[in-house]
């Protein structure tokens, strides 16, 4: 079964810095993206950083400049460097796998538990 561990959550005042983590392991032949999703309260959940291929990057235009996402391949793991954070980073972040299972032709997307995020003073 595959699973996705995140960590590196907490609360952190405005203008400082976390670094979130998240490891896929299970039967997955490859993977195509890895990435990062979060949800405040009261709000849909939004994409906020991917990385496909391994190499491509994407932001969203809310976190661009600030935050920087990065993997490595050979633990199936991506990071998400968030600099400078703002109380309105204050969310649940969701990791978020597209992954190829044994045996299928089908990627699959695959999610973590959930990790908060709490930007105050």
């Known amino acids: 079964q595959v ?3 995140e960590s590196g959550g907490g609360l952190v005042q405005p203008g400082e810095s976390l670094r979130l983590s ?5 039967p997955l032949s490859s993977i195509y993206a890895m990435g990062w999703y979060r949800q405040a309260p009261g709000k ?4 906020v950083a991917m990385l ?9 235009d809310s976190v661009a400049g600030r935050f920087s996402i990065s993997g490595e391949n050979a633990k199936n793991t991506v ?15 969701y990791c978020y ?3 190829l299972p044994l045996n299928s032709e089908w990627y699959v997307d695959y999610w973590g538990q ?8």
């Not at 998240?22 to 299970?26: E, F, Q, T």
């Not at 849909?44 to 994409?47: F, G, H, K, L, V």
């Not at 959930?114 to 003073?121: A, D, I, L, Y």
């Open 114 to 121: 959930g990790t908060q995020v709490t930007v105050s003073t």
């Open 44 to 47: 849909q959940r939004e994409q």
């Open 79 to 93: 990071y998400l460097r968030m600099n400078n954070l703002k109380p309105e980073d204050t969310a649940v972040y």
């Open 22 to 26: 998240c490891a896929a392991s299970g």
């Open 97 to 99: 796998v597209a992954g």
């Open 3 to 5: 699973q996705l561990v």
């Open 52 to 60: 496909t291929s391994g190499t491509n990057t994407k932001y969203a």
